[in-house]
Every structure is written in structure tokens, then in C-alpha cells.
């Protein structure tokens, strides 16, 4: 059974960071294999919007435009998790953040970490 858990969410200031977790359980974030690792963002009364993607095998990582240049992608296959590093954080990225690990037959959803930023 996969599990997909997500963590490190919570209030920061606006032009804080925060790093987001996403640790995999039940399948192996291996460098060789194909899947994705997307991750979205949901606001109350809103659909879930990609932000960020980081594709394997290769790394090859993509962006909303909104959060390029802020926001960086990234795994860890000794740690089996992906990371979300976020930086110069705007009051708009408050959000409920999910992490998506999508294979060839299969998609995977953690239950989402709040990330809000405020004064």
C-alpha cells in the first residue's frame, strides 16, 4: 500500500521560507524510475492547481509561473521524499499544499499541510 504523507507546513511571515515534505511509503523514489512528483495547491472555494513538478528518471522540474524563480522542486531517493523549498513567500501562496506522486498506472495523494503567510 502507497502512502504519501505531507509535512513542514505553517505560518510565516511574508518574504519567509518554508520547506515541504513529501515522504513516500510503499514505493521507491529510485532515480531510474518513471513517476512524478507534482505538487499543488488548493484555496477555499478553488479546484488544485499545479505548482511545481519534478520529473524522474532525469530531474527535470517544472514550474508555475507565479512561483518560478521562488520556488524549487527537489528529491531525495536515499530519504525516499520530495521537497518543496519555498522562498520569498507572498500573502497569495496561502494555501493548502499536496503533494501528487503520479506513476504510469497510478496517482498518489497526501492529506495536504496548510502554508499560510501573514503579518
Known amino acids: 500500500q502507497v502512502e504519501v504523507a505531507e509535512s513542514g507546513g505553517g505560518l510565516v511571515q511574508p518574504g519567509g521560507s518554508l520547506r515541504l515534505s513529501c515522504a513516500a511509503s510503499?514505493?521507491?523514489?529510485?532515480?531510474?524510475?518513471?513517476?512524478?512528483i507534482n505538487w499543488y495547491r488548493q484555496t477555499p472555494g478553488k479546484g488544485r492547481d499545479v505548482v511545481a513538478t519534478f520529473a524522474s528518471p532525469g530531474g527535470t522540474t517544472n514550474y508555475t509561473d507565479s512561483v518560478k524563480g521562488r520556488f524549487t522542486v527537489s528529491r531525495d531517493n536515499v530519504k525516499n521524499t520530495g521537497y518543496l523549498q519555498m522562498y520569498s513567500l507572498k500573502p497569495e501562496d496561502t494555501a493548502v499544499y499536496f503533494c501528487?506522486?503520479?506513476?504510469?498506472?497510478?496517482?498518489?495523494w497526501g492529506q495536504g499541510t496548510q502554508v499560510t503567510v501573514s503579518s
Open positions: 501528487n506522486i503520479r506513476t504510469l498506472r497510478s496517482s498518489y
Open positions: 510503499g514505493f521507491t523514489l529510485s532515480i531510474y524510475s518513471t513517476y512524478l
